[in-house]
């Protein structure tokens, strides 16, 4: 019979990963800064559209 090798691997937080630890570069956007440029540009968009 085969002899089974058991690997164990280390503990990782059972599989989750934790984003808020891992910074990135760029610019730090809030949530409002986001919405708001998102309608600025749909009306941008609507006004281009409207116009000609």
Same mark, same amino acid.
């Not at 990963?17 to 708001?36: N, W």
């Given at each position: &019979?085969?002899?089974?090798?058991?690997?164990?691997?280390?503990?990782?937080?059972?599989? @989750? =990963? +934790?984003? #808020?630890?891992?910074?990135? +570069?760029?610019?730090? @956007?809030?949530?409002?800064? %986001? =919405? =708001? &440029?998102? %309608?600025? @540009?749909?009306? #941008?968009? @609507?006004?281009? +559209? #409207?116009?000609?």
């Amino acid at each position: &019979m085969a002899k089974k090798d058991k690997k164990t691997l280390p503990p990782s937080g059972a599989g @989750l =990963v +934790r984003y #808020f630890e891992e910074e990135t +570069r760029g610019p730090k @956007l809030s949530p409002e800064q %986001v =919405v =708001v &440029m998102t %309608v600025i @540009l749909a009306i #941008f968009c @609507l006004a281009l +559209r #409207f116009s000609a």
